[in-house]
């Protein structure tokens, strides 16, 4: 069932608990002095680069303001006694914009929440974008092994990583008993 709530500080306009915006304006008073009835519009929401809902609305006083459609959700429908400043998507869809999808929270929990370390893990580990291929020589030039990444190095041997990056930059002449270079 949608509920809706009038917006603060924007007062011809209303929120849903789906996540739907509404304007409402009232047309002009007719010679009778009747109002006419109001007009309603569903408000056309577009997608930021991080992927979130906004819609542009006109403020109380005549200026025009971008908000965030899960920010207005929360901000009508849900309590904030704690005064948290973040909202999280319990489904981790951002275009889910539904009251019971919604909750808020403190940055930390946002950040941590669901699957989204693990993504980012998994998309930075081993990524030839990110990682270079580094090759590990013996003083007599024989190479030892190859290893995908300066962090593969640092999870197996616990070695210092910074120095033997700045071994395979040329910046320094030696780092133990190995030379280091990037595969070019």
Same mark, same amino acid.
């Given at each position: 069932?949608?509920? $809706?709530?009038?917006?603060?500080? @924007?007062?011809?306009?209303?929120?849903?608990?789906?996540?739907?915006?509404?304007?409402? &304006?009232?047309?002009?008073?007719?010679?009778?002095?009747?109002?006419?009835?109001? /007009?309603?519009?569903?408000?056309? %929401?577009?997608?930021?680069?991080?992927?979130?809902?906004?819609?542009?609305?006109?403020? +109380?006083?005549?200026?025009? %303001?971008? /908000? %965030?459609?899960?920010?207005?959700? &929360?901000? &009508?429908? !849900?309590?904030?006694?704690?005064?948290?400043?973040?909202?999280?998507?319990?489904?981790?869809?951002?275009?889910?914009?539904?009251?019971? *999808?919604?909750? $808020?929270?403190?940055?930390?929990? +946002?950040?941590?929440?669901?699957?989204? *370390?693990?993504?980012?893990?998994?998309? !930075?580990?081993?990524?030839?974008?990110?990682?270079?291929?580094?090759?590990?020589?013996?003083?007599?030039?024989?190479?030892?092994?190859? $290893?995908?990444? !300066? +962090? %593969?190095?640092?999870?197996?041997?616990?070695? +210092?990583?910074?120095?033997?990056?700045? /071994?395979?930059?040329? /910046?320094?002449?030696? @780092?133990? *008993?190995?030379?280091?270079?990037?595969?070019?």
């Amino acid at each position: 069932m949608e509920n $809706w709530k009038r917006i603060n500080n @924007f007062d011809n306009y209303l929120i849903s608990t789906l996540g739907r915006v509404k304007s409402i &304006a009232r047309l002009e008073i007719r010679k009778d002095n009747k109002p006419l009835p109001v /007009k309603e519009t569903i408000l056309k %929401q577009f997608i930021d680069i991080k992927g979130y809902a906004h819609v542009g609305m006109k403020r +109380n006083d005549n200026r025009w %303001q971008t /908000k %965030q459609v899960h920010r207005l959700v &929360a901000e &009508a429908f !849900l309590s904030n006694p704690n005064n948290l400043p973040c909202i999280n998507h319990k489904d981790e869809n951002k275009l889910n914009n539904c009251v019971n *999808n919604l909750e $808020w929270c403190t940055v930390n929990y +946002n950040v941590n929440y669901g699957s989204r *370390n693990h993504n980012v893990s998994k998309s !930075l580990k081993n990524n030839p974008k990110i990682s270079k291929t580094v090759l590990q020589f013996d003083t007599s030039g024989n190479l030892i092994k190859e $290893w995908s990444s !300066l +962090n %593969q190095i640092k999870r197996e041997l616990n070695l +210092n990583i910074s120095r033997i990056s700045l /071994k395979c930059r040329g /910046k320094v002449k030696q @780092f133990g *008993n190995y030379i280091w270079k990037y595969k070019e």
